[in-house]
């Protein structure tokens, strides 16, 4: 079974912290995403990246940097947390080029920052 | 530009009775459009999808969509509610060389 796993389901960690999310998928997908999502904000994109090495910003970049060293692993930092970055993370991944296959989303971390 | 709206935030529906989530979509090309399912602080998980073969689609756990051109819609319906199926659902737009577009999520409560 295809999978896109997310290392922690579940996180709490202190404002100013540098806080690592990371996501690995066995697909062989190029393209991977971060995205956040908010009561009634709906899920936001982060960061994207293409293929190794690549990354693109996505609408809410600002407070987060990503990695991307391994195809099959692409990781969201957040360099210093702040409670405004409390929030459901969600990793995904799609094949390069085929839009019509859709995602495969990972279960999700829930990030608090006290 | 594309966009998609989802036209209720809540439905709610008894068990045993069809389920009916409305989408519709703007774009200025053909689209590929998308279900997804969110239990509870899961992932989304597909549902089903269009893509420029048959308009009518079936997906996973008796869900189906009808891409209507015409109306710009892409509604999803499922005949019989099961208890089960209580989750939020996200209609999707996706265009190549564009954004995806995900919809603010429609939350469908059922009851017994």
Known sequence: DVKVTQSSRYLVKRTGEKVFLECVQDMDHENMFWYRQDPGLGLRLIY????????????????YSVSREKKERFSLILESASTNQTSMYLCASRLRGRLNYGYTFGSGTRLTVV | ???????????????????????????SYSPSLFWYVQHPNKGLQLLLKYTS???????????????????????????????????????????????????????LFVKA
């Open chain 2, 1 to 27: 530009a594309q966009s998609v709206t989802q036209l209720d935030s809540h439905v709610s529906v008894s068990e045993g009775t069809p389920v009916l989530l409305r989408c519709n979509y703007s774009s």
């Open chain 1, 48 to 63: 994207f990246s293409y293929d190794v090495k690549m990354k693109e910003k996505g609408d809410i970049p600002e407070g």
């Open chain 2, 53 to 107: 073969a048959a308009t009518l689609v079936k997906g996973i756990n008796g869900f189906e969509a009808e891409f209507k051109k015409s109306e710009t819609s892409f509604h999803l319906t499922k005949p019989s509610a099961h208890m089960s199926d209580a989750a939020e659902y996200f209609c999707v737009v996706s265009v190549r060389g564009f954004k995806t577009i995900f919809g603010a999520g429609t939350r």
